[in-house]
Nanobody, 125 residues
Framework: QVQLVESGGGLVQAGDSLRLSCAASGRTFNMYTVAWFRRAPGKEREFVAAMAWSGGSTVYADSVKGRFTISRDSAKTTVYLQMNSLKPEDTAVYYC??????????????????WGQGTQVTVSS
C-alpha cells in the first residue's frame, strides 16, 4: 500500500492555471500506475488523467486533453497535474489514486485501491 497526500487546490478564475501535487508516503510510485479523478457536486467520480507505472504513457479524459498534463518527478515520489486554461466546469474535488503495476481499466476508479483525501479546485467565471 502507498499513502497519498494531495495539495495545490484553490480558488482561481477561468483561464488561470493550477498545479496539483500527489505525494507518496511510505514508498515511492515505482511500479505504480497513478491517476487523477475528480468529483463535482452531485456528480459521479470522473476520470481525469493517468500515468502508467512505466512512466512511458499517459491517458487523458477528452474534457481535459490539451489543457491538463500529468507528470512525475524523477525520484518517483510525487505526481503532478498541471491544469491550464481552467474552466468553471473543472470545479471539483480532485483525488489522486494509485494501483500496483496497472489496473484492468485505467479510467475506472473501482480498479484503484489507494486514494488520497482530495483537494478542492474551484474555478470562478
Amino acid at each position: 500500500q502507498v499513502q497519498l497526500v494531495e495539495s495545490g487546490g484553490g480558488l482561481v478564475q477561468a483561464g488561470d492555471s493550477l498545479r496539483l501535487s500527489c505525494a507518496a508516503s511510505g514508498r515511492t510510485f515505482n511500479m505504480y500506475t497513478v491517476a487523477w479523478f475528480r468529483r463535482a457536486p452531485g456528480k459521479e467520480r470522473e476520470f481525469v488523467a493517468a500515468m502508467a507505472w512505466s512512466g512511458g504513457s499517459t491517458v487523458y479524459a477528452d474534457s481535459v486533453k490539451g489543457r491538463f498534463t500529468i507528470s512525475r518527478d524523477s525520484a518517483k515520489t510525487t505526481v503532478y497535474l498541471q491544469m491550464n486554461s481552467l474552466k468553471p466546469e473543472d470545479t471539483a474535488v480532485y483525488y489522486c489514486s494509485a494501483r500496483w503495476i496497472s489496473p484492468p481499466n485505467l479510467r475506472d476508479p473501482n480498479d484503484y485501491n489507494n486514494w488520497g483525501q482530495g483537494t478542492q479546485v474551484t474555478v470562478s467565471s
